[in-house]
């Protein structure tokens, strides 16, 4: 073709079956994880003032709402406590008891859902006195000593029937210490989603409300969670977590966040997957909320844009809501 012909790259954005044929990324169901939070009690919801539209809930009716996102096609749920305040001790030890709220809704959902996957959180904070996600002595965040309360965690989780583990906590040398304990009590079928590049990020706030945290936090995360300027150690993190023997990762946040998501699926092509965070969801919430943008668009693009960045899936509150809008075929 003559040169002088500039390329009409409008032909193929005409009209909607065009823009299907040459659509490159792909939003299913099947790539959503939807977080939930849990609270005490039967027939209990709480508001979480700073996520509109998200609810703790008790364990019989998160039992409830597994069924329902399990027919609405959503694949994985991840559990996350807010633990009574008399329950948050300095040593955590609220963390590993086989009857907290966690592995109480790990065993409902298992018995009732059996076919939905069942991912847990593995860190301290929302059994911590400190709100930390290490056990903390003299004001440092120790450790060898939180990696083994963490493997106790992980391991009450496994015998309460979880599918998949994930350690948030950003200690180091956590997953082989975890994955070195699973081996040894036969669960062999148990996976690891590590948080391996987890970002020291004002993104959390709403989700340390959502479980309580907040209040309780002394200081921040940075001397644990990764500096928001540094996209190499956070490879270096995924490298040592594979290397350990995670069998997925993850990046979070996600949003601001694309470019490591990127450069993880293109460095160690494993299934890789992003957290929307809490604040992420505030913000798109609260803007729709007051009509400065389109809600339900900005949150189906903000989705997709994980699917483009490489992310084989992505945690997301809004996750039933985008099911419900990717099976009534959004485009
Ligand atoms: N280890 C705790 C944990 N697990 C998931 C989130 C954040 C999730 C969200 O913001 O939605 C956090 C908070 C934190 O690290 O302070």
Redesign the pocket.
């Known amino acids: 073709m003559s040169a002088s012909i500039a390329p009409r790259l409008r032909r193929l954005r005409r009209t909607p079956a065009l823009r299907a044929m040459v659509r490159e990324a792909r939003l299913s169901v099947d790539d959503l994880i939807w ?1 939930v939070f849990l609270c005490d009690g039967t027939g209990v919801t709480q508001e979480v003032p700073s996520m509109p539209g998200v609810i703790r809930r008790s364990v019989d009716l998160t039992v409830a709402a597994a069924a329902e996102a399990r027919d609405a096609g959503i694949r994985c749920i991840c559990l996350f406590p807010y633990t009574d305040f008399a329950l948050r001790t300095d040593l955590c030890e609220e963390a590993w008891n086989p009857e907290n709220l966690t592995n109480r809704a790990i065993r409902a959902i298992r018995a009732e859902v059996p076919d939905m996957a069942v991912m847990t ?1 593995v ?1 301290l ?1 929302p059994y911590n006195a400190k709100g930390h ?1 290490g056990i903390v002595r003299d004001g440092e965040i120790v450790n060898d000593e939180s990696v083994a309360a963490l493997v106790r965690m992980a391991m009450a989780q496994a015998e309460a029937g979880a599918d998949i583990l994930g350690p ?2 950003m200690m180091d040398g956590r997953i082989a210490a975890i994955r070195e304990a699973l081996e040894g009590a036969g669960y062999i079928h148990v996976s690891i989603m590590s948080y391996a590049a987890k970002y020291a990020s004002a ?2 706030g ?3 409300d959502a479980v309580g945290a907040s209040g309780a936090l002394t200081g921040d ?1 940075k001397t644990y ?1 990764l500096d928001p300027a540094n996209a190499d150690e956070g490879l270096r993190c995924v490298a040592r977590d594979l290397d350990e023997g995670a069998d997925m990762v993850m990046v979070k946040p996600g949003m601001p966040y694309l470019d490591i998501c990127r450069r993880v699926k293109d460095s160690f092509e494993v299934p890789t997957f992003a ?1 929307q ?3 992420e969801y505030a913000m798109i919430r609260a803007a729709a909320g007051n009509g400065w943008i389109d809600g339900e668009r900005a949150m189906m693009e903000s989705l997709m844009a994980f699917r483009r960045a490489g992310c084989d899936g992505v945690l997301t509150y809004f996750a039933p809501e985008a099911a419900r809008l990717i099976r009534a075929g959004w485009e």
């Open positions: 977080p959180d860190a904070d996600d948030s906590d993104f959390y709403p989700f340390r995360k969670q957290y965070v809490s604040g």
